[in-house]
């Protein structure tokens, strides 16, 4: 059971074992009108992570196909800026970056927590940023799990207030991105439940922590952007296990990171968050 929750976090569990690679830095403003921007923070999700190009030493460009630079192909006139770190959770998110602490480095570079960064970043360039994605959830879920051993029984009975627990610290979180950036769009992305198999005892677990992602976005004026529909389709388990299977790379190589083909389904859905009208 703990096996299968693990791997559908976002941080292989060779995670020792993976190669350094290239860090660009972050982009500079083009000569002319001030340049608007794009910011993407959270996990292994939003840096487009897939564990056999972590195991064959890729360097970070080499990550291209994740719903970041999918949705930056679609955001003409703004410059990305990609803060994610492979293994954040929204405990890490306030203090360092584990990938960036194991010897790894990042698609754009910072000193310090993701978190202080993109303050940081906010500040620096005020009423400049249009859209802000947030993606911090499986690694929480691992801690969880990790905590009860595996346990279902410990899962059960100790899933609300971990929930609870966890919709907090992202609701201080994004406070904190709403008020540095209180015109920008902020869009939460949810979570989707990898643990094939086991989708009678782990779906609702994964809906919880949606609901309190959904709920914490809409507190701060934010927006939630929710990939569980199109990979965990209710109603048939076979359907919901061919759904998984084609969007992650759970089936084939034991990777609960997206495929090329879930990293675009999962674009699609944060897309049609973004291009809902109003803020």
Not at 1 to 29: D, E, H, W
Not at 170 to 191: D, K, Y
Not at 258 to 278: F, M
């Amino acid at each position: 059971m703990i096996r299968q929750f693990v791997r559908g976090g976002c941080l292989a569990l060779a995670l020792t074992a993976l190669a350094a690679g290239y860090a660009g830095g972050t982009p500079a403003a083009a000569s002319g009108p001030p340049a608007r921007y794009y910011l993407a923070l959270g996990d292994s999700i939003a840096y487009g992570f897939r564990t056999d190009k972590a195991l064959a030493g890729r360097p970070p460009e080499a990550f291209d196909t994740g719903y970041v630079d999918l949705l930056s192909a679609r955001l003409r006139g703004l410059a990305t800026v990609n803060y994610s770190c492979p293994g954040e959770s929204t405990v890490t998110f306030r203090v360092s970056c584990p990938w960036k602490d194991s010897g790894h480095r990042l698609h754009d570079d910072y000193s310090g927590a993701q978190l202080g960064a993109a303050l940081s970043f906010l500040h620096r360039h005020r009423g400049r940023v249009e859209l802000i994605t947030v993606s911090l959830n499986g690694n929480d879920i691992n801690d969880f799990v990790a905590a009860c051993a595996g346990d279902p029984g410990c899962i059960q009975r100790s899933a609300p207030d971990a929930v609870a627990r966890y919709a907090a610290r992202l609701r201080s979180i994004l406070l904190q991105l709403r008020a540095a950036a209180p015109a920008a769009r902020i869009v939460v992305v949810g979570a989707y439940d990898p643990n094939v198999g086991r989708f009678a005892f782990s779906d609702p677990l994964f809906a919880s922590v949606n609901a309190a992602q959904a709920a914490a976005a809409t507190a701060v004026r934010a927006r939630f952007a929710d990939p569980f529909p199109v990979f965990n389709p209710q109603g048939d388990p076979a359907a919901e296990t061919a759904a998984i299977c084609a969007l992650t790379l759970i089936c084939t190589n034991g990777d609960a990171h997206p495929s090329d083909a879930g990293y675009r389904a999962l674009a699609d859905v944060i897309w049609r968050v973004v291009r809902r009208p109003g803020r």
